[in-house]
């Protein structure tokens, strides 16, 4: 049986529907769109088709600034704290059916640093409508390294979802032939 969470004290919702728009989610569209144009994704068996190689944070657009300060903010509410911020990286990807993505392939993990420990963020851009069960198109996790049990956190328009970068995940069931877009980003931080 499939099991989905809407949130829990790991996976965390921050909703900025009051400021991101379907005009920003158009224009990180049609960013991705040509940077996957001009070739620069990866193209690897362990990457989603068409994983961006850009750290698309650093775009100097309306749309991008708010997709930065969002994520930050998310981050430290996910922390209960302002933090030094180390670093911060964020990339997108399209994918759909006919991609034929073996699922199997693409869990993972964003290492930690016990000194400067990340936290994860997706935001997405667009899930198609006609997916056949939304609440899987998003992402999947397992909480322990065995994969044995895994859950989905359904995905909501307008939000960043926070979590540790140690949690293994793989993007969700796409059925879609239309595209989904995924905005993905790790922010480092210092604990002191």
């Not at 922390?79 to 059916?97: D, H, M, P, Y």
């Amino acid at each position: 049986m499939t099991k989905i969470i809407q949130d829990n004290d790991i996976f965390r919702k921050y909703d900025y529907s009051g400021l991101i728009t379907e005009a920003d989610n158009q224009h990180i569209i049609a960013t991705v769109q040509d940077i996957i144009a001009k070739g620069n994704y990866f193209d690897e068996a362990h990457s989603p088709k068409y994983q961006t190689k850009e750290n698309i944070f650093a775009r100097q657009t309306p749309t991008f600034l708010k997709m930065r300060m969002t994520f930050i903010m998310s981050c430290f509410f996910y922390l209960g704290r302002e933090v030094r911020i180390k670093g911060i990286n964020a990339w997108s990807f399209q994918t759909c059916a006919q991609d034929n993505l073996d699922r199997n392939k693409l869990w993972h993990h964003h290492h930690q640093d016990q000194t400067y420990p990340k936290l994860s963020g997706i935001y997405y851009v667009h899930i198609p409508q006609d997916e056949l069960n939304l609440n899987t198109a998003g992402t999947e996790f397992a909480t322990s390294g065995d994969l044995k049990e895994t859950f989905y956190v359904a995905p909501k328009p307008f939000t960043w979802l926070i979590y540790p970068s140690d949690v293994w995940h793989r993007p969700g069931i796409c059925t879609s032939q239309e595209n989904r877009y995924v905005v993905a980003g790790d922010m480092q931080y210092q604990i002191s």
